[in-house]
């Protein structure tokens, strides 16, 4: 029996809601094109409209649970999407601030690095281009990325302002991705990859 796209994409967001990560990539392949459009219209910016999709996706597999089978699932992403790109807004009326572009939270790896092989790989990659960072990049990206200290906790520490250390942030995410875009690894490829890179090699 073929089944119809509602149906199937009922099955695909059951199976998410589950916790399989193959079920999500389905969801995320579907829908990403529209969300990337549709964040696009409203910012103007390629790598602004990917990290509201990005975002977007973290944020359904963070709450995977709630989902109503029975709604438009279309509708609950654009819904997200939109929240995001109003924040957008907001931070830079009150000072022009960068958001975070990345939230790392999910907690399956990619399928397409299955491989302890690929991923070690990969691993030293990412480690590779962290350390070519300038010191201060290295640092905060660190605490921010690696330990999840917020923008707040950091700035205090360090002394510097919030605003320095989502830049700083943001030119380091802006970096990475950059670099995986040129050996073919995209932007949710990246998310299983620094998800993996955080629990198993913190750095020293």
């Known amino acids: 029996m073929i089944l119809n796209k509602k149906d199937n994409e009922k099955l695909l967001i059951k199976g998410m809601i589950q916790g399989d990560h193959a079920c999500f990539r389905q969801l995320f392949e579907m829908y990403s094109p529209v969300l990337y459009r549709f ?8 790598d602004e409209a990917e990290d509201v999709v990005q975002e ?3 944020k359904v597999w963070n709450r995977k649970a709630q989902i109503n089978i029975s709604g438009s699932f279309k ?3 654009i819904t997200i ?5 109003r924040q957008h807004f907001n931070s830079i009326s ?7 572009e990345l939230l790392i939270e999910l907690s399956n790896e990619s399928t397409k690095y299955s ?4 991923f070690e790989e990969l691993v030293s990659r990412l480690e590779m281009l962290i350390k070519q960072m300038p010191p201060k990049r290295q640092l905060v ?5 690696i330990e999840g200290s917020t923008a707040k906790d950091i700035a205090s520490e360090l002394n510097i302002t919030v605003k320095t250390v989502e830049y ?3 030119e380091a995410m802006k970096f990475l991705r950059k670099e995986f875009q040129c050996i073919g690894t995209n932007f949710l490829d990246l998310f299983c990859l620094f998800r993996k890179f955080k629990l198993d090699n913190p750095i020293s």
């Open 141 to 145: 990206f660190h605490k921010n990325k």
């Open 94 to 100: 009150k000072d022009n601030e960068l958001r975070d």
């Open 56 to 58: 977007t996706f973290v």
């Open 39 to 46: 964040s696009y219209n409203y910012l103007k910016s390629k």
């Open 168 to 170: 700083h942030v943001a």
């Open 75 to 77: 509708s609950y992403l």
């Open 81 to 85: 999407a939109l929240n995001l790109i």
């Open 115 to 118: 491989e302890e092989s690929r």
